[in-house]
């Protein structure tokens, strides 16, 4: 299995009480397709996954799984979970909504000392779907595990046989690089999106970032400047990508992004707690720098440089 373009991780839409919103779904994948995304990576950093029941993700994943074939976007369901019966138990709805791929990133709380111990785990965690394929999303940042992902790659197919590639939101690039030039190497999702141009340039052609959601015009124009040996152009979008991303994380992210959602026509609902509120003055804020830096129209598909 090989993925390619832009895979937004969607977010979780929620009511103003916290409940989710389901209904809000089939809005997402409808957006996303209109806007050449050509996957959804569910549940996962950007889907607030570890705020989230096992039964709600569950219940998430059956409406994506709906909304993504209405739309003909691809789903990845993310199972990560800190327990193996909740794990295996998503892995069971991420099969039965009729995901096309299932991910999962190490637990986070009793943490896989090495890459024989992450194996180990997602073999079991795998298990009761074991012919779907299947993604490392390796995240350290978040996780707090680092393991030798390169030395993971080569043994994973001997327990984990759906095991297909990575997600990989990890800063090493020495090793990245050295995963991309192994013989037969897998489906390598970058998954830095202001760094979009530095994956695109060691070889990688499938992407997963949760400003996808909203800014996939900007990362268009980026792969095709690439494709087209236009490097200044790139550079040009993917630093506007910079100054965008900066500009959302400075005022909380998740939260923030959820926003710019609202503003461009999708309204996912707040962040689930314990993320903070913001106040309107906040958001007015937000929006004003937006908006200052011109992120609007970037974000219109006939802008120019």
């Not at 494709?227 to 200044?232: F, K």
């Not at 996912?268 to 004003?288: D, M, V, Y």
């Amino acid at each position: 299995m090989k993925l390619t373009g832009l895979i937004a991780a969607p977010h979780t839409p929620f009511h103003g009480d916290f409940s989710l919103n389901l209904d809000c779904v089939p809005e997402q994948a409808a957006h996303l397709a209109a806007n050449g995304v050509s996957g959804a990576f569910v549940a996962g950093t950007t889907g607030e996954c570890h705020s989230l029941t096992t039964d709600e993700r569950a219940e998430l994943f059956a409406a994506w799984g709906e909304a993504a074939r209405a739309h003909g976007v691809k789903f990845i369901a993310h199972i990560g979970h800190n327990n193996l019966p909740d794990a295996r138990a998503l892995a069971v709805a991420a099969q039965r909504a009729g995901a096309d791929a299932m991910s999962a990133m190490a637990p986070n709380f009793f943490k896989p000392k090495d890459a024989a111990a992450m194996v180990d785990w997602f073999a079991r965690i795998t298990e009761p779907a074991r012919e779907m394929p299947f993604y490392f999303y390796d995240i350290p940042v978040m996780t707090g595990v680092t393991i030798d992902t390169a030395e993971f790659v080569e043994r994973v197919t001997e327990k984990v046989p759906g095991f297909v590639g990575v997600k990989y939101t990890n800063t090493d690039r020495v090793q990245l690089r050295r995963i991309l030039e192994m013989d037969g190497a897998p489906d390598m999702l970058f998954g830095c999106d202001e760094e979009l141009l530095e994956g695109w340039e060691l070889g990688c052609r499938g992407a997963v970032g949760s400003t996808y959601n909203f800014a996939a015009p900007i990362y268009h124009r980026v792969m095709a400047a690439h494709a087209a040996g236009d490097l200044e152009e790139a550079r040009l979008w993917q630093a506007r990508s910079f100054e965008m991303v900066e500009t959302i994380a400075s005022h909380g992210f998740t939260q923030s992004a959820k926003a710019v959602m609202h503003w461009v026509g999708v309204n996912c609902g707040p962040a689930r707690p314990p993320l903070p509120q913001q106040s309107a003055k906040q958001l007015e804020t937000l929006r004003g720098e937006l908006e200052a830096i011109g992120f609007f129209e970037w974000i219109d598909e006939h802008a120019t440089a």
